[in-house]
């Protein structure tokens, strides 16, 4: 592909730079159809990323909807079709301020403040339109050929929310028609299994401005769900040794001064609360406290292994812009654990860790991940706790026995915890980039900063090694991977409502209470739905609004036969007797089975 440099000499792109190049020239051809659509339109930042491309605009107190951005790109198509050629130059800094000053660009005038004195400021233009930036670009609009503008968001100027909220305007491009349309059916099937969605229809979850941004409240359907996941992976650990705690959502600002999180974590945590001359904070995460609970009593190496468990609320101050439904959000809770052990236990109990998570993936059908050793950047002195003998000694710790228990990672620098390395297990989901669900970190740092002591065989105190480790990771965040992955059709143990009987006529209404009866005692969460509506509006909203994994129809005629009709999420409907059905449901509940219908 041919391309424009700032210096005005053309030539050709590398192949892997060439997506680039289209997005940030689409970036540009945006802003001149914004400009034409609204000329007191100021610009700030427009780059391209991995999805495409994005320009920050202050529009004044216009907001934009739908049909706007459809003007929008219409007039970027007639853009294109005038074949404007791209053309760069340079300008000294005192003649770039005049120019973006004679323009009311005004943020691009202090963005060349920002820039050192001997940076060189190029510029693009392509008709009326002038843009300060590096470049490359296309040497044509018409070479422009495939682009959407999808969305409209905000987004503070420079990301300080002290400054002027700005629209942000997002679009996509790709080199090709047929790359466009597979990624916006891509879009298409996100927007569909996106879990804000479905958690809305299924009243799983709400949020609300007035609690505030990224803090969701659970429903009764949705903490039924969250009950579920916490019940399981509870059993699952009860059965190997762990003991469960409980412990405060608060925190003195000098116990996260000791554990190294004030001077590594403070900027994600809540600011500080004064009260009666002590300093508390919203806890962040649970290390700290788990690490008291240790300190609490003297211990010998044959209490070693201790296992620490709880499922524990957390709040972490997450930027506006990165908040997500129950996926990310400023508080959610931790399937969060501490063991306690000594050096030669470690093996044995991060092996027992990776046991435990597989066996958890297997019960829910995950297939799609892979495993990461994730290791500080020794040139990083301030993320990192500065040892470098720790570091040497906890990363060939944790290589050696992922080596040694033969599991298959890739190694990855400057992703582990501030206090030691990790391993990571990152899922792929049904949608979207993949993320860590799972970890498991070895830590020789925090132990020896709350002074943490066992004594030994021979009589000697000795300091401990903590694994720290997340199964489920925070159960929001894997409840929003299970809506996303099923579509809301969650397996049968799951369900928030796993049967709903719908009844056909009052005729049937004293035999649908004694079916409703004898699943209500057999333990199935049932639902009676005896409005008076057409079955078919019943049947569609508890299949494709409320996802019940099973309706039970009752007529007349399964009235006199003593039967019930099931319909399944893939539409299929067998008859059997009340007690047949209940046996069976019950089965699945108690066995966890893990497959549920497609509809």
Request: charged share 30%.
């Amino acid at each position: 592909m041919k391309v424009i440099y700032n210096d005005g000499h053309t030539g050709e792109c590398q192949k892997e730079e060439e997506l680039h190049v289209i997005r940030h020239s689409a970036a540009h051809i945006m802003a001149q159809a914004i400009k034409r659509l609204y000329p007191d339109a100021k610009f700030a930042y427009g780059p391209a990323n991995e999805k495409g491309f994005y320009y920050d605009v202050d529009l004044g107190d216009i907001k934009l909807s739908d049909s706007d951005l459809t003007a929008i790109e219409n007039e970027m198509k007639k853009i294109v079709k005038e074949n404007l050629p791209f053309k760069s130059f340079v300008l000294p800094r005192d003649e770039a301020i005049k120019l973006m000053e004679e323009r009311g660009e005004i943020y691009k005038v202090e963005h060349i403040g920002d820039l050192a004195e001997d940076v060189p400021l190029s510029f693009f233009q392509q008709g009326e339109y002038i843009d300060m930036c590096v470049g490359p670009h296309l040497t044509y609009t018409k070479t422009l050929k495939a682009f959407k503008v999808l969305s409209v968001s905000g987004a503070y100027w420079k990301n300080d929310a002290s400054r002027k909220m700005l629209t942000r305007i997002n679009g996509t491009a790709f080199a090709t028609s047929q790359e466009l349309e597979a990624h916006l059916k891509r879009l298409e099937e996100a927007a569909a299994r996106d879990h804000r969605k479905i958690g809305k229809e299924m009243q799983l979850f709400m949020t609300d401005n007035l609690v505030g941004r990224g803090l969701p409240m659970f429903l009764p359907k949705g903490y039924t769900v969250w009950q579920q996941l916490e019940d399981y992976i509870k059993e699952k650990e009860r059965r190997l040794g762990y003991q469960h705690v409980m412990t405060p959502c608060v925190g003195s600002v000098a116990l996260y001064q000791t554990s190294g999180h004030w001077d590594h974590y403070k900027d994600n945590m809540f600011p500080a609360m004064e009260v009666e001359g002590e300093s508390f904070v919203l806890r962040p995460m649970n290390c700290p406290h788990h690490m008291m609970i240790y300190s609490n009593q003297k211990h010998s190496y044959r209490d070693l292994p201790i296992r620490i468990g709880e499922i524990a609320h957390d709040f972490r101050f997450e930027a506006s812009g990165t908040l997500k439904g129950i996926e990310r959000g400023r508080h959610f809770c931790q399937n969060d654990a501490h063991l306690f052990v000594t050096p030669s236990q470690i093996k044995d109990e991060v092996g027992r860790v990776v046991d435990l998570i597989f066996d958890v993936y297997k019960d829910f059908g995950i297939k799609d991940y892979r495993c990461v050793l994730s290791l500080r950047d020794p040139a990083d002195k301030v993320k990192y706790h500065q040892d470098d003998e720790m570091w040497e000694k906890a990363e060939s710790a944790l290589r050696d026995v992922l080596n040694q228990l033969g599991i298959d990672y890739t190694e990855e620098i400057g992703e582990a915890a501030f206090y030691g390395p990790k391993l990571d297990v990152n899922v792929v989901p049904a949608v979207g980039a993949e993320y860590t669900l799972s970890t498991c970190q070895l830590d020789f740092c925090l132990p020896a900063k709350f002074d943490l002591k066992y004594v030994d065989t021979d009589g000697v105190e000795k300091t401990p090694v903590v694994i720290h480790r997340a199964i489920l990771g925070s159960l929001d965040r894997f409840m929003a991977y299970l809506i996303e992955e099923t579509k809301g059709r969650f397996p049968v143990w799951i369900a928030p409502v796993q049967a709903k009987i719908l009844l056909v006529s009052e005729k049937s209404a004293e035999y649908a209470d004694k079916v409703y009866d004898m699943l209500d005692e057999a333990g199935v969460r049932v639902q009676l739905d005896d409005r008076n509506e057409k079955i078919g509006y019943m049947i569609r909203q508890a299949q494709y609004t409320e996802r019940v994994p099973y309706m039970v129809i009752i007529g007349e005629k399964e009235t006199q036969e003593g039967t019930v009709s099931i319909r399944t999420q893939d539409s299929k409907t067998v008859t059997m007797t009340a007690e047949e059905f209940t046996k069976k449901i019950s089965d699945e509940i108690k066995n966890r089975t893990l497959t549920t219908a497609e509809a």
